[in-house]
């Protein structure tokens, strides 16, 4: 299964974005699926994640209440719904499968896609 990021772009502090996680070839099992990002000259941080087999949706405390992730089985896609975009948003931002449980540290993850650059001008 391989899983691409796209809907980044340039926006202005204060709008919305949204960035699609497909996934092509066999369809995607229960695993968790993660939203990283990664600013410049700054390590890789975990944002979000939702458990597809209950729904369950976590977030780091810098996004809660902003960022809302979403699955749609019937298009094999996860959704992260970006909302209040500020500066400090700015980054590469990548969807990863994880192994049975959500979790937002990257501690043993390899093998990142491309990403979907996001920038958010002050």
């Known amino acids: 299964v391989q899983l691409t990021e796209s809907g980044g772009g340039l926006v202005q502090a204060g709008a919305s974005l949204t960035l699609s996680c497909a996934a092509s070839?066999?369809?995607?099992?229960?695993?968790?699926i993660a939203w990283f990002r990664q600013a410049p000259g700054k390590e890789r941080e975990g944002v979000a994640c939702?458990?597809?087999?209950?729904?369950?949706?976590f977030y780091a405390p810098s996004v809660k209440d902003r960022f809302t992730v979403t699955n749609d089985e019937s298009k094999k896609t996860v959704y992260l719904q970006m909302r209040r975009l500020q500066p400090e948003d700015t980054a590469v931002y990548y969807c990863k499968r994880l192994l049975f449980v959500c979790r937002l540290s990257t501690a043993g993850l390899g093998g990142w896609g491309q990403g979907t650059q996001v920038t958010v001008s002050s």
């Open positions: 939702i458990t597809k087999a209950d729904g369950n949706t």
């Open positions: 070839g066999f369809p995607l099992d229960d695993n968790p």
